[in-house]
């Protein structure tokens, strides 16, 4: 995988691009704490069926950051800017985690181009359904107290229940993309959940584009009942429950790109 930086609405983004003359373009948007090296499992495989263009949302992994975008409905905003930016026609979008409800409001916000949405593992019920420390990092009052805490210690503990392991040059992405006080300012975006998950909520049921929700039975950060929240609620979704933790995409890769795969091959 092969990055690069660009400047798409102001913000200076890293993204890798296999280009090609795919007629399947995917769009892929790093999960957290880690970054688009997150995907190098299912990279290849996946670069057989489509253009990937993958991004390191703002504010994660090595992409600048900027206030008003750190929050899921502005994110998803941004995501729209990114497809005509990059002219990448009508994508899929492969959002987990953080991604999924950026992709989601995408979706309500711009149908027209987006061909579909890959998600899940992705805070996104009512009430919250998250395990910790997400769920205390979510509705803590006070953020400046986790100034004081060793970013690399938060990433390393994540990084560590990947089941399997990453390569030590992928962890070490991983560390230095959160040093400083760049996780802190990443935490931001889910304590905005509160307020913007319930209106998501009430935009589900008008988002007709089709879904295909990926969650780990045994997700503790993200539990299940959050992808299942959202196929209750969506006209066009279909769940895919796989025995797995919450980091699938690197804990069962070939599982996770034969769903990828057959989401955008499959014909409506």
Same mark, same amino acid.
């Given at each position: 995988?092969k990055?690069q930086?660009?400047?798409?609405d102001g913000v200076?983004?890293?993204?890798a ?8 373009t995917?769009l892929?948007?790093s999960p ?16 057989e069926?489509a253009?990937?263009f ?15 975008l ?6 998803g ?9 990059a ?8 959002g987990?985690?953080?991604g999924t409800a950026?992709a989601?409001f995408?979706?309500a916000?711009q149908p027209?181009?987006?061909?579909g949405l890959i998600v899940?593992?992705?805070a996104?019920?009512?009430p919250?359904d998250l395990g910790?420390?997400?769920a205390l990092?979510?509705v803590?009052?006070d953020?400046?107290k ?8 938060i990433?390393?503990?994540? %990084?560590?229940?990947?089941? !399997?392991?990453?390569?030590? $040059?992928?962890?070490? @992405?991983?560390? =230095?993309s959160?040093?400083g006080?760049r996780?802190?300012?990443?935490m931001r975006?889910?304590?905005?959940y509160p307020q913007?998950l319930?209106e ?8 007709t584009t ?5 969650n ?8 299940l ?6 196929d209750a ?6 769940? %895919?429950a796989?025995?797995? !933790?919450?980091?699938?995409? $690197?804990?069962i890769? @070939?599982q996770y =790109?034969?769903t990828?795969?057959?989401a955008?091959?499959s014909k409506?």
């Amino acid at each position: 995988m092969k990055t690069q930086f660009r400047t798409v609405d102001g913000v200076r983004i890293r993204y890798a691009d296999t280009g090609g003359s795919h007629d399947i373009t995917v769009l892929l948007t790093s999960p957290w704490p880690e970054s688009i090296y997150a995907f190098s499992s299912v990279w290849k495989t996946l670069a057989e069926h489509a253009r990937l263009f993958a991004i390191d949302l703002p504010g994660f992994g090595a992409s600048e950051t900027r206030d008003d975008l750190m929050s899921p409905r502005a994110m998803g905003t941004f995501l729209t800017k990114v497809i005509a930016d990059a002219d990448l026609g009508r994508p899929y979008i492969v959002g987990p985690d953080v991604g999924t409800a950026a992709a989601l409001f995408a979706a309500a916000q711009q149908p027209e181009q987006i061909a579909g949405l890959i998600v899940g593992t992705g805070a996104a019920s009512i009430p919250l359904d998250l395990g910790e420390p997400l769920a205390l990092w979510v509705v803590d009052p006070d953020l400046d107290k986790y100034r004081t805490i060793d970013p690399s210690v938060i990433v390393n503990v994540a %990084v560590d229940g990947i089941a !399997g392991g990453v390569p030590d $040059e992928i962890r070490a @992405d991983y560390v =230095a993309s959160y040093q400083g006080d760049r996780f802190v300012e990443s935490m931001r975006y889910v304590r905005r959940y509160p307020q913007e998950l319930p209106e998501l909520r009430d935009l589900l049921p008008t988002i007709t584009t089709p879904v295909t929700l990926i969650n780990g039975r045994h997700d503790r950060v993200v539990p299940l009942s959050n992808a299942e929240f959202l196929d209750a609620r969506l006209p066009n979704s279909r769940l %895919v429950a796989v025995d797995s !933790g919450h980091f699938i995409w $690197e804990e069962i890769p @070939d599982q996770y =790109a034969a769903t990828v795969i057959e989401a955008i091959t499959s014909k409506e």
